[in-house]
């Protein structure tokens, strides 16, 4: 709680920044309405807001599941045969050239306005970040380490599960916590292409309609998942490595 307070102490100067410039600046609400204004407005709409809340949180999850597993399974490959590494690492970073915004409307029209073309947009754009820091950090393992399971006759899936995994999990923990940033939003665009429902839709529809202090109610929504998200993932990782708590002075009591 005590890490917090910078980060809140900051936030609320920035809130009170932009109450003050729309006070005192008699800024209309169709422009840029206050904080205070795009509270009431979002709960005055909760309803409506919570139920594309759900549909965009069930995509993100499922697609960002979708990516996890997907990722080990390469990083599996990747691992095992240094041939693979070498065919599959370039068509991984073309796949990041593409741009978002241009691929959202095509996975739309290729797979139409269901779940299908979020999880794959998901997917795809979470997919990278989390191959690469387990790739990475299975290249962090201590030589002398492997040498000694070599000598005990350890086999690759002994080595690789008792020594290349737990070295590369901390990584792992980094890598998924950029692609959980980029999970929501890419969500969102694919809803805002074209979808049923969702916040990418709710955007769409308010901004079509000029309220935007229902815009930027979404958005704080938005933000608001993506950051529990983000927490989310620092909670499993003191479950998953509780030994990190000895090096890392990040967490509480390593001080």
Same mark, same amino acid.
């Given at each position: 709680?005590?890490?917090?307070?910078?980060?809140?102490?900051?936030?609320?100067?920035?809130?009170?920044? +932009?109450?003050?410039?729309?006070?005192?600046?008699?800024?209309?609400?169709?422009?840029?309405?206050?904080?205070?204004?795009?509270?009431?407005?979002?709960?005055?709409?909760?309803?409506?807001?919570?139920?594309? $809340?759900?549909?965009?949180?069930?995509?993100?999850?499922?697609?960002? $599941?979708?990516?996890?597993?997907?990722?080990?399974?390469?990083?599996?490959?990747?691992?095992? +045969?240094?041939?693979?590494?070498?065919?599959?690492?370039?068509?991984?970073?073309?796949?990041?050239?593409?741009?978002?915004?241009?691929?959202?409307?095509?996975?739309?029209?290729?797979?139409?306005?269901?779940? $299908?073309? #979020?999880?794959?947009?998901?997917?795809?754009?979470?997919?990278?970040?989390?191959?690469?820091?387990?790739?990475?950090?299975?290249?962090?393992?201590?030589?002398?380490?492997?040498?000694?399971?070599?000598?005990?006759?350890?086999?690759?899936?002994?080595?690789? !599960?008792?020594?290349?995994?737990?070295?590369?999990?901390?990584?792992?923990?980094?890598?998924?916590?950029?692609?959980?940033?980029?999970?929501?939003?890419?969500?969102?665009?694919?809803?805002?292409?074209?979808?049923?429902?969702?916040?990418?839709?709710?955007?769409?529809?308010? #901004?079509?309609?000029? !309220?935007?202090?229902?815009?930027?109610?979404?958005?704080?929504?938005?933000?608001?998942?993506?950051?529990?998200?983000?927490?989310?993932?620092?909670?499993?990782? !003191? !479950?998953?490595?509780?030994?990190?708590?000895?090096?890392?002075?990040?967490?509480?009591? $390593? #001080?």
């Amino acid at each position: 709680m005590r890490r917090a307070i910078p980060a809140t102490i900051l936030f609320l100067l920035l809130l009170g920044t +932009w109450q003050l410039y729309c006070t005192l600046g008699h800024i209309g609400n169709d422009v840029l309405p206050s904080p205070s204004h795009v509270a009431r407005a979002g709960w005055d709409d909760r309803g409506d807001l919570w139920a594309n $809340t759900l549909p965009t949180l069930l995509a993100t999850t499922l697609g960002f $599941t979708l990516a996890t597993v997907s990722a080990f399974l390469l990083s599996l490959l990747i691992d095992r +045969w240094n041939f693979a590494r070498q065919a599959v690492m370039p068509a991984l970073i073309v796949s990041q050239t593409l741009p978002i915004v241009v691929l959202a409307p095509l996975v739309v029209i290729w797979f139409g306005f269901g779940l $299908t073309p #979020k999880l794959i947009l998901v997917a795809l754009v979470t997919f990278f970040p989390v191959t690469v820091a387990l790739v990475e950090g299975y290249s962090t393992t201590d030589p002398d380490a492997a040498a000694l399971f070599r000598s005990i006759g350890a086999g690759w899936w002994a080595t690789f !599960r008792k020594l290349r995994l737990p070295t590369a999990l901390p990584s792992f923990f980094t890598g998924l916590r950029i692609a959980i940033t980029y999970a929501v939003v890419a969500t969102v665009f694919a809803e805002y292409a074209g979808s049923e429902k969702g916040l990418g839709i709710y955007m769409q529809v308010a #901004k079509n309609s000029f !309220r935007t202090d229902l815009v930027l109610a979404a958005v704080a929504v938005t933000s608001a998942v993506t950051l529990a998200l983000f927490l989310l993932t620092h909670l499993i990782e !003191r !479950r998953v490595i509780p030994w990190r708590t000895a090096t890392d002075g990040r967490w509480e009591g $390593t #001080k």
